[in-house]
């Protein structure tokens, strides 16, 4: 009696959760990746094959974008850390009472905008008729108006900006549990800044550190309006050859193998990120 | 680097700066659309020309000195319909990623079964996806059925072409698992004695789960509601490839950019910014009390 009903309310609880993850998540995922493997060859008959796959290799504009795509999110989720670890540091060890949690408000506010909303911010900042130009010219630094909108720093300007809060918030909470007296003894043994840094700091904040950089990883190379509205011509991104196969072009088989290798690019590099500094997704993200 | 190990003048003084600078980049993008919400030009740029609430309020006739007609957001149909899109796609999501959230929190805090581990990193699973490639796959299973369906025997599944109901699903799948995070966090902090001694009392299960351990996780759905519904409202890039004809704001937004900026759109940023910065304020001030 007492294991039948136990059993019952284990497959009440349990069939919302298997609804949402097989109907929204791995069904759509694997009719995704058989869609990438069907060749149009009427408009009633499809044939099985890799023609999609052959396209990305040999199209050199879509590997290009592909390329660098990831080597800018890779850079990108680099400069936020790099950018984000002094502010956690200060918000979590250095700052005091009321200061620290204003501190940490402060870093979500931004937050409150949506994606659209900073972007179009940065772009009435950068652009040539924008704040930045004109407060140049005010000041007599420049002769005309500058653009300094649609070129790769203003990509990553904006990028950078779109990730610090999932950057902060991970590494104030696993700096804030660090307890002192390592970083004390690590400066009693002898060791200088870098050293205490390298060999106990960083280490303790490694789940933090690591969790930031996947969020962050994820959010950068999914992102569409930042590379959309702050690119120029020549900065293409890849979500953007996925929408136009989808949206203009109405190629689905194409724009689902698109999606197929955005999703392997982005799970190898996670997978490899995961691995190398020994942590487990349990870990980071649960 | 610690508050007990010395530092140097010089360095205290670097960092201060490097903080302020870094505040001044947080805020300075949002401060500027903000400012030009009220600026009276049809061009959201400097020079400064004067406070105006027209971005607002005009109602789309020509002004008195003869200058063409403004239209405020109060007045501009699209927005509106578009704000009042958004806010039910939102309504639904919040809705439904909640009571996910629920269940699937007492499902792995509370409940023990074989698989467990596995059926965990399956839930996580949503977050390390981009959500653009959510949207797509949603959009190839669902829409692909309904056309598959309708060529075969001329049912029209209308119901699972891009519209309302797929933005709210695309939603959902990777809301659910953030609003599952944040109610789970809250029900592992949970004293189990408390609800076993209401089952002593005499409380069936169901009546110890909503009179004790429901009211102790209602300041995590009150926050996992509020961060779905913001979450919900701002989502661009999942929603883009599911939307119909009926666009949400966001998307309504985006078109507009891309014809040109005019001081409305900073109208309508300032006013999303008030209202989650609001939320946010409530849901905080309710989670304090």
């Given at each position: ?55 990305f ?9 592909f ?45 409150w ?55 902060v ?18 400066y ?32 950068t ?35 689902a193998?698109?999606?197929?290798l955005l ?17 487990s ?6 | ?52 609430l ?46 996910l ?34 949207g ?79 009211p ?34 966001t ?11 005019t ?27």
């Open positions: 009696m007492k294991s039948s009903a136990s059993r019952l309310s284990l497959w009440l609880l349990l069939t919302p959760f298997l609804l949402w993850i097989v109907l929204l998540v791995l069904l759509p995922h694997l009719q995704m990746v058989r869609v990438s493997f069907q060749v149009r060859e009427s408009w009633d008959t499809i044939a099985w094959g890799v023609e999609q796959y052959q396209n290799f040999t199209e050199s504009y879509y590997w290009r974008t390329l660098r795509t990831g080597v800018m999110s890779l850079f990108t989720t680099f400069l936020t850390l790099i950018i984000a670890f002094p502010i956690a540091w200060y918000i979590a060890r250095l700052a005091r009472g009321r200061s620290k949690s204003l501190l940490f408000m402060a870093c979500l506010i931004p937050f905008a949506s994606e659209l909303v900073r972007t179009y911010g940065w772009m009435i900042l950068l652009r040539e008729s924008g704040l930045f130009s004109s407060w140049l010219q005010a000041l007599g630094w420049v002769d005309g108006p500058v653009e300094m909108l649609y070129n790769d720093v203003a990509v990553i300007i904006g990028l950078v900006y779109n990730g610090l809060l999932f950057m918030v991970p590494l104030v909470t696993t700096l804030d549990g660090m307890d002192e007296n390592l970083v004390e003894a690590g009693d043994l002898g060791g200088g800044h870098g050293t205490v840094l390298r060999e106990i700091v960083v280490p303790w904040a490694m789940p933090g550190i690591v969790s930031g950089c996947i969020v962050v990883f994820m959010l190379l999914g992102s569409y309006l930042t590379p959309v509205l702050m690119g120029g011509k020549d900065s293409a991104w890849f979500t953007e050859q996925i929408f136009t196969q989808f949206i203009t072009r109405f190629n689905w088989e194409q724009g193998a698109l999606g197929v999703l392997v690019l982005s799970s190898v590099i996670v997978w490899m990120g995961l691995k190398i500094s020994g942590q997704l349990r870990k980071v993200m649960g | 680097m610690i508050r007990s190990v010395p530092r140097s003048r010089l360095f205290d003084a670097l960092y201060m700066v490097y903080l302020v600078a870094f505040f001044v980049y947080l805020a300075l993008p949002l401060l500027v659309t903000a400012v030009f919400a009220f600026n009276d030009a049809p061009f959201p740029s400097l020079p400064w020309q004067g406070f105006t027209d971005w607002y309020f005009a109602d789309g006739s020509a002004s008195a000195d003869g200058s063409a007609g403004r239209t405020g957001l109060f007045h501009d149909d699209g927005l509106l319909a578009a704000l009042w899109v958004s806010a039910k796609i939102a309504f639904w999501v919040t809705l439904v990623s909640v009571c959230g629920c269940v699937n929190a007492v499902l792995f805090e509370r409940l023990h079964f074989r698989g467990k581990e596995f059926l965990y990193l399956l839930m996580l699973l949503p977050l390390v996806i981009p959500g653009v490639i959510l797509v796959s949603i959009l190839v299973f669902y829409s692909g059925m309904a056309n598959d369906v309708s060529a075969a025997w001329g049912i029209e599944l209308d119901l699972f072409r891009p519209g309302m109901t797929l933005v709210v699903m695309g939603q959902v799948t990777f809301i659910a698992t953030l609003s599952t995070l944040v109610i789970a966090a809250r029900l592992r902090k949970f004293d189990p004695q408390l609800e076993e001694a209401a089952l002593n009392l005499g409380a069936t299960p169901l009546v110890a789960w909503f009179t004790v351990t429901l102790w996780l209602m300041p995590s759905i009150f926050g996992a509601a509020a961060m779905a519904f913001l979450m919900s409202f701002e989502n661009f890039n999942t929603t883009v490839m599911l939307t119909g004809s009926d666009t949400p704001l998307v309504a937004l985006f078109n507009r950019l891309r014809e040109g900026s001081p409305v759109l900073n109208a309508v940023a300032l006013l999303l910014m008030v209202g989650s910065a609001l939320l946010a304020a409530l849901v905080m001030g309710r989670s304090n009390k």
